[in-house]
């Protein structure tokens, strides 16, 4: 279900059809690519900012349309002549004034955003250019009469109102002006220009300029939007994509069934082979750099919380789908595959976070130095040449820096743990660490010893070495609470056991598992860790107690299964090396004499009886594995007690 859901999200992101060429943007300073040859007529639009400036222009630059009525005016002309008698000299002065300003005429008055446009006096049929500034104001016109009584010596005008005889004579046709924008804007072309089929849209090695860039983004565009939904071609493109991930599927079942097993690391694979491929569609959308992208963040971070393998088969997964969205797909895939496999050699253990820096410079050494040695030898060389060619490389490069949040994030999210996690854990100044070598320093040096013994064996048999340090040494953390029941914390040879019948002492060792678990969910520890507190004895006897019950006969009535730890029994190689050297360490201890036969016997006679038990048949180790353990455990026992080989003399 996951995998058809998954195929079904990205067949619906795919291009329409076989990318051909690429959106090109501010740094692409050439075009990399061979000559783009149009298979069809192509007709250039202009962009919604290029029209909306262009209908502005017009809106702005279109005449405004005046009509010339001299009706108002005759009509006052005519009361005016009736001042001739009364007042001859103001009448003279103001005739001769008035004269004038109508042999100009009184416009409208408009808008300061309106004054500079053109004037078009109509008539009928007849219209005439102008400009505003050729035409008195009502204000203007006043002033204009003022000055000339003023020149006349004129104060006193007897009563007479001159602004009575004012008259505008030319009129703003707002409807013949509105229409005559609306004609204009309806006669401007949504095409830029045409480009017939056949012609050279770019050809491979040149530069690109502003407007080269905005045709070929137009084009692929255009060419996208053109095609439509088939369902032929929709589930063609998706069979592809579901045998594509079936792969990713199938290799976790055939070589990683742990990871099958669990739905949310096979969830978390998958959505991080989606999230690359969301990206990618949405850069190719919006014709942004694709390798801009850090490709490389997918193996890093599976690495972090899962193998190498596993890491660069979901890198190879997500490279493959997302060069679906490039134009050179060759190139794209070496970068990214080549890049994700050094990125490994630097991340193969994440025990320091300056590894993710280092990774990051290794990636950009990488992608430059593939890139030219590609554009120089199958690419376009003068391309090399170009600064602006490796801006996406750094800037991807410094992306591959997101690892650090991400990591957290995904750990609060799918609840996993990564090595940095597991170094924070081994801090002694832990709560739980601290206060177990603070209280119960006995329990506490068993707990290193064991860290060590399996930590080694882990090293040869090949598993996650800090993960089962980190498991060894909270797996005793129970004993904090009744720490003087168990024989490394007790003193001067007394035992409150002595005091106790053989089903309470079983009973109250068998707690320390059960109290262990619920002090690691109290302090906050991860599941992975619990893990080790709960199957560290598996489903094991109780074995000294047991014989004890045995031997004495005090309750015939009593089940042998009182004295078997809860379980359950391991899961993995390192749980199944815990529990050997938890065994081995402890039982060490009890050792009278401690010699190479000694040692010797004790390792196998351990490890025998927890394969007798059936305490190893989940987990994913081989006798192979376990003859290599019981070697380490010996050689490391008899360092730790400086027992020396004894050779035939």
């Not at 017939?196 to 255009?222: C, H, M, W």
């Not at 290794?362 to 040449?385: E, N, R």
Request: glycine content about 4%; proline content about 3%; aromatic content about 14%.
């Amino acid at each position: 279900m996951l995998v058809f859901i998954t195929s079904i999200i990205i067949t619906l992101m795919l291009p329409a059809k076989q990318v051909k060429g690429h959106s090109v943007g501010g740094f692409d300073s050439i075009w990399p690519y061979q000559d783009l040859v149009l298979d069809k007529d192509f007709y250039v639009k202009k962009t919604d900012a290029d029209l909306r400036q262009e209908y502005a222009q017009i809106a702005n630059e279109a005449p405004l349309f005046f009509e010339q009525n001299n009706t108002d005016k005759i009509t006052k002309l005519k009361q005016f002549e009736i001042i001739a008698d009364s007042d001859p000299k103001i009448y003279e002065v103001l005739k001769t004034a008035f004269d004038s300003i109508y042999k100009r005429g009184v416009i409208e008055t408009l808008n300061e955003s309106d004054i500079k446009k053109p004037i078009m006096v109509y008539n009928l049929n007849y219209a005439e250019q102008t400009v505003y500034s050729n035409f008195f104001t009502v204000n203007s016109a006043l002033y204009f009469i003022e000055q000339r009584l003023r020149e006349k010596g004129i104060t006193d005008l007897n009563d007479v109102n001159y602004l009575d005889y004012l008259a505008i004579t030319h009129f703003l046709n707002k409807e013949k002006t509105k229409w005559y924008v609306k004609t204009k804007l309806e006669q401007i072309s949504v095409f830029r220009s045409v480009i017939r089929a056949g012609d050279v849209l770019v050809r491979q090695g040149e530069p690109l300029t502003n407007d080269k860039r905005y045709l070929i983004n137009r084009y692929f565009y255009s060419q996208n939007q053109a095609i439509s939904f088939g369902v032929l071609n929709f589930i063609s493109k998706w069979v592809l994509v579901f045998i594509t991930l079936l792969i990713l599927l199938f290799y976790l079942i055939f070589f990683r069934k742990y990871i099958f097993g669990q739905n949310k690391q096979v969830l978390f694979l998958f959505m991080t082979v989606l999230a690359g491929v969301v990206f990618s569609y949405i850069f190719y959308k919006y014709g942004l750099i694709v390798l801009t992208l850090p490709f490389t963040l997918i193996p890093i971070l599976v690495r972090v919380f899962f193998d190498s393998r596993t890491a660069l088969f979901t890198h190879l997964i997500a490279v493959l789908l997302c060069s679906f969205f490039m134009a050179d797909k060759l190139e794209f895939i070496l970068l990214q595959l080549i890049s994700g496999i050094g990125t490994l050699f630097t991340v193969a253990e994440m025990r320091k976070r300056n590894q993710i820096l280092n990774a990051a410079f290794v990636v950009l050494v990488i992608y430059i130095l593939l890139f030219i040695s590609y554009q120089m030898g199958f690419g376009t060389p003068g391309l090399v040449k170009k600064i602006s060619a490796y801006v996406p490389f750094i800037v991807s490069a410094m992306l591959v820096l997101l690892a650090y949040p991400l990591i957290y994030l995904i750990e609060k999210l799918f609840g996993f743990i990564s090595d940095f996690k597991l170094l924070e854990l081994c801090d002694l100044n832990q709560p739980l660490l601290r206060q177990l070598s603070q209280e119960v320093p006995g329990t506490f040096q068993h707990s290193l010893q064991v860290a060590n013994l399996a930590e080694e064996a882990i090293f040869y048999i090949g598993g996650n070495t800090l993960l089962v340090r980190t498991g060894a040494m909270y797996h005793d953390v129970g004993k904090l609470l009744n720490p003087k029941f168990f024989t490394e914390n007790q003193v001067n040879g007394y035992s409150p056991h002595i005091e106790m019948l053989p089903l309470q002492s079983a009973k109250t060792i068998i707690n320390h598992v059960i109290q262990g678990i619920e002090l690691g969910k109290k302090y906050g520890l991860p599941e992975q860790i619990i893990d080790f507190i709960r199957t560290h004895h598996g489903t094991t006897y109780v074995g000294y107690f047991l014989n004890l019950y045995k031997k004495e006969k005090i309750l015939t009535n009593v089940d042998e299964n009182e004295f078997r730890y809860p379980g359950p029994i391991p899961f993995s190689k390192e749980t199944a090396v815990l529990m050997m050297a938890d065994g081995v360490e402890a039982a060490s201890r009890s050792l009278p004499e401690k010699n190479a036969m000694a040692i010797n016997d004790l390792v196998d006679q351990i490890i025998d009886y927890k394969i007798s038990q059936n305490q190893f048949i989940n987990s994913d180790i081989t006798f192979k594995d376990i003859t290599l353990i019981k070697k380490i455990f010996k050689k490391r026992l008899m360092n730790i007690y400086h027992v020396r080989i004894e050779y035939p003399s």
